[in-house]
């Protein structure tokens, strides 16, 4: 087996948020070899903008309503944003103008398509909450990776506040201002259960 010229290969290492100081960002920030290209969610001005191309191209307008129903049902994925957008022009072809109705009628709920549901649902056990965020997961042909990535870091990180609770007979408050830090709790998702 001959080995592969270093000169001219190329290594892609793809990562979800990644906060200022992470290792893999600094060695990357540093690095004259490495190139970090960070890419950030769309916000709700990105999404009106793209709305206003992509409509606009093809002579579709939208009622207020129909434009905050819009909003409310995409941004969760850019990619699956713009053919969900791509085909509500299709749909509107002909029309001058969209409602609520045709919203309805034709838009999938994009904003909640996220790595983050699935871990989740895998680390509360919830397996109705992991098929429903898979099947999103799907559509928007998000890499199944990024969820195993996830699960691991969040294990990870639930064996590490562990260890140095045992090990320094740490009390939980004390674990959860240092290693803590990394977890976010969603209220909303834990408010139907609880």
Known sequence: MSELPLEGAFLIIEAGELRKGTAMRKAAENSQRIAAIPCYADDARALN???????????????PPARQLLLSMIGGDRLATRNEIEKLTLYGHGLDVLNEDDIAAVIGDASAISADDAVDAVLSGDVAALRHAMAKVSQ??????????G?????????QMRAEMESKRQPVSNVMQTLGRQIFFVASRFSKRH
């Open 151 to 159: 699960c691991l870091r969040q294990f990870n990180l639930l064996d």
């Open 140 to 149: 928007s042909k998000t890499p199944i990776f990024m969820i195993l990535n």
């Open 49 to 63: 903008a793209l709305i206003d191309q992509t409509l606009g191209e093809a002579g579709l307008r939208l009622t």
